[in-house]
């Protein structure tokens, strides 16, 4: 039986603060003591709940017309597992 592999993840930490528009869910997630921005196709996710993710480029100075706001920092990713799942 080969090895199991572990989740491809380079990123882990809590969600504090969650909003969906326009298809998306944007997550802050606090990360090691750090808060970033994380943006990913709309899931359904709590306040409270650990989150993984892989390593995405980030885009700087990202406006959401649709938030009418604009994020310093974001990560634009593909998947998004919540509470391991």
Known sequence: MPPIQP???SHKGKVVATMDAAGYT???VEEKGQKIWVAAAQTKVTIGDEVEFPDSPVMQNFTSKTLNRTFDKIFFVSTLRVNGK
Do not use: I, V
Request: aromatic share 16%.
């Open 26 to 28: 944007y997550l802050q």
């Open 7 to 9: 989740a491809a993840a």
